[in-house]
């Protein structure tokens, strides 16, 4: 069955710091990979996706992901972290054959420090 | 264009009382999600529909929950009756189609208490 794990369930950098957020995945096949943020009491937004080719994908606010498949992962980077970016940072993986049904993780929390 | 629409935002019953959420999709956006998201996980399908089809409800609580996508738009989610373990934010999402290639738009949530 797939699974998505993040392991940190918070994360606190420095307004100005890099960071980065890991997601580990089980699925069986070519997994379709996903990154969502969802500020308090608002939906999910689609930071990037992977499916297929260059491994780096660039998402939007400046974010990007790699994955890694010997390594089952898809952590979440970005260079300098801005106070805008604190919110909940969910990883999901596609279940390719159950249409777009995605499974996620637990999330992280990212609180930044001015 | 207009997002997902959900209402009500927040809703606060008593235990065994009934419950509605609704939402509205993005304008020709054929496939609709419910998710449930507990407070500190990530959200979990309830039920997908193509159309005005249920392709995927094995998760939904049957004898308690049920939902229906009239006419293929908009759709409602009903928890009759509610539990204390019911509460939660209920999440609407909506895609072109079922493509897993596809990007899922959500609404911003139904939350729900349960006294």
């Known amino acids: 069955a797939q699974s998505v794990t993040q392991p940190d369930i918070h994360i606190t950098v420095s307004e100005g710091a890099s960071l980065e957020l890991r997601c580990n995945y089980s699925y069986g096949a070519t997994p379709y990979l996903f990154w969502y943020v969802q500020s308090p009491g608002q939906g999910l937004q689609l930071l990037l996706k992977y499916f297929s080719g260059d491994t780096l994908v660039q998402g939007i606010k400046g974010f990007e992901a790699e994955f890694k498949r010997s390594q089952s992962s898809f952590n979440l980077r970005k260079p300098s972290v801005h106070w805008s970016d604190a919110a909940e940072y969910f990883c999901a993986v596609g279940a390719g054959n159950q249409g777009g049904k995605l499974i996620f993780g637990q999330g992280t929390e990212l609180s930044v420090k001015p | 264009e207009a997002g997902v629409v959900q209402s009500p935002r927040y809703k606060i019953i008593e235990k065994k009382q009934p419950v509605a959420f609704w939402c509205n999709p993005i304008s020709g956006h054929n496939t609709l999600y419910w998710y449930l998201q507990n407070l500190g996980q990530g959200p979990e399908l309830l039920i997908r529909y193509e159309n005005e089809e249920a392709v995927d409800d094995s998760q939904l609580p049957k004898d308690r929950f049920s939902a229906e996508r009239l006419k293929g738009v908009d759709s409602t989610l009903k928890i009759q009756p509610a539990e204390l373990g019911d509460s939660a934010v209920y999440l609407c999402?909506?895609?072109?189609?079922?493509?897993?290639?596809?990007?899922?738009?959500f609404g911003e949530g139904s939350r729900l208490t349960v006294l």
């Open positions: 999402a909506s895609s072109l189609d079922t493509s897993y290639t596809g990007e899922l738009f």
